[in-house]
């Protein structure tokens, strides 16, 4: 009985239109197919990678350098090639690739859960309330994001010491991208609230006399959440991207543990030399990665919009 | 921050080029290194870039020829007239930059200013009792010791306006350890030499002209001089690619070949006398960056020999510096007076032996250190601290790096607070290339009072060191005095007080038309610069 209900539901899953729309698009599928991989790479590096670029013990400095495997002075167990300490570069992108996305998963998450708080409290309390968040929200919109991520982690580091920031330095990313991505979230669920919070439905339950917050929660949120999920897809990529220029900025993650932004950067002191795969690999894996989850973003918006239909 | 300030550096670089395209006859010049002059106040730091660069603006005493060979600069005479008194005769007519003349009493107060605390230069000054005014054109410094360095010593001492320092409040010199506690001669220069500083931007970029009225004559065709500071390796090396910079220094060793085969560039290299080592905090009785308490296990020699065979610093040699470095076994290279070839074998690489080392010593697990290091002094500073992390992890030692730019490297961890672990500098003794230069300043014990191991940063001490050291320094007869310094450098490897890695390759690199003296202590002196 519970198998055949749930498989009448996948199912009705299948025929729903999003899922139609999936099926038709071939470019969907394989960004889909490449981020599912991409993840699933990242988190099995440690049983996957053949080498722990984060274990020191596991460096030898006379790697250093080697060329991808199929150039003549490649070496077996080095597929992609070595960095300058001996790290290898396909371990290091996937060990990396873990180090990036958990800031891009993290800050977005951050950044979500602040926009949606903001905006639905701004959206159903109006006034003077509503007039100090858009304010607030306006004069950080009128920075770029990447500035008021450099400004928040230039203040952190101000504050705590350095050998405390090399192992805080995740935590500060995430809080500093994060912090610079609310606008678009709150800007939004403010928007859908004004019009939600009018319809029937909002009415009845204010008139039932339920409280404010159960409804905002249980009522409104709900339907404002489609438009959200696209805003955080495509957020992903641009939060991947700037944990990756933070660093290579060098205010990013320490270089004992790369992210992919720290072997762009680490890389491209070895451009002009030659070494040119140090760099490129983990900037194609960058891009790719990007590139995907901003198609999955694109499609889920153009699915997700009823007027497209 | 790091990309603001390049791209406001290229921005005027690319303007300067506009100027310098408009004047036929004009020959700008502009060069950059990885990191900024920290101050313009001339005792701020005791580092050779710091300081060659600021006597393009400044003069001692005494000067080093295009061969190293003293000659006269702000003085014209000089003589040891007893074995505890020297006496120099001053350059007439020679005037300040603001057109304050030179005179005796501005010695007298910039040696005494250099000589006393927060000043960095103050090591030079131990043998040193009193400089005093004979006359408006005699100087006489008489010494505590007999000190046959003493002119050579004051090659490095650079003479300021009395007048203009007691006028702005720059009377004392400025501290390295508080880089933010800064003094009208920090951003400000007055002094007697070939330029004039025109325009000071810190970490950016610092611009300076010809001097009209140098007493000298001009060897140099330059008409503005543009210091860039660009820390990216890549970066520095593309400005010099593309003509944007004349001349850059350090020239990163993966990119040296690439220079010297290129149709615009050129690379010109010799040794260097600098040595590259690391040392220990062996001062404290507990490490302030440890997860050992109670103790310090850097006191043990076991733990220090440990550290020096864990290092394979041929694999230094060949991946990080590609060969352009000399590993040596002593705190002195070829080419300094007191270098004892035979001495010069460093202990084999052996990771075992180190293991068992820490584990005699009591340290089986390893332990947890921090370790500082520079990222923008000497060439591959940061990446030879990385790959020493990594070696010393395989015996168990957990090392927490932090590599900083210079200014923020040298106030934490020089004197008085010595505030480090372990750490990564490097020496030359580039104003007496004598040994003596470097056991007085590196490896005596700490003593503010009488001017001995101002730059010991680790608080290394043996009392036969300290006698061996105070007895060279004035013994004169060569044979006896080579002894001594042989005899000292064996105390230092049998106590392996620091671990030296290499000296690391002289190189710089040009575009084709520029012709410069290199010499080996690193030194740039603008006035020996041609544009073609």
Redesign the interface.
Known sequence: MASGSSERALARAWDSDIAYSFRSSPLTMAAAAFTALYLLGAMLAPWIAPQDPF???Q????N??LPPVWEVEGKAGFLLGAD???RDVLSTILYGSRVSLLVGFASVVLAMLLGIGLGLISGYAGGAVDAFIMRVADVQLSFPAILIA?LID?VTRGLIS??RH?ELAVFVLVISIGLSFWVQYARTVRGLVLVEKNKEYVLAARVIGLPPALIMLRHVLPNVLGPVLVIATINLGVAIITEATLSF???GVP??QPSLGTLIRIG??????G?WWITIFPGAALALLVLAVNLLGDWLRDALNPKLH | ???LRHARAGVWAALLLAVGGSLAEAKPFRFANDGDVGSMDPTFRNETFQLTFISNIYEALLRRDRNLKLEASLATEWKQVEPMLWRFKLRQGVKFHDGTPFTADDVVFSVNRAATAPSNMTGYFASLKEVRKVDDSTIEFETKVIDPLLDQKLVQIYILSKPWAEKNGASKSTDVTKPAEENHATRNANGTGPFVLKLRDPGVKTVIAPNPNWWDKAEHNLTEVTFSVIQ???TR??AL?SGEIDFIYTV?P??T??LSKADNTKIMQGPETRVVYLGFDQARDELQ?SNVKGKNPYKDVRVREAFYRAI?IE??K???MRGQATPVALMVAPGINGYVKELDVRPKYDPDAAKKLLADAGYTQGFET?MDCPNDRYVND??IC??V???L??IGIKV???A?TRTKYFAKILGPGYNTSFYMLGWSPASTYDTHNVFEQLLQSRNPAAKKGAFNVGGYSNPQLDALADKLEQEVDKAKRDAMIADAHKIFQKDFANIPLHQQALIWSMRKNIDAVQLADNSFPLRFVQVK
Do not use: C, W
């Not at chain 1, 460096?59 to 006379?62: E, G, P």
């Open positions: 274990d020191l013990k460096l030898d400095l006379l250093a350098f300058d300490q001996g450099l230039g350095a050998q090399e900025l060098g205010v270089s004992t491209n002191d070895y451009l002009f030399s070494e | 921050m790091a990309m990216n390796d890549a090396v593309a690619l990163p993966q990119d070949e690439r960056e394979d694999a230094i060949t991946r990080v921090g940061e990446a990385q790959a992390v990594a070696m992890a395989r927490n790096l932090l900083q």
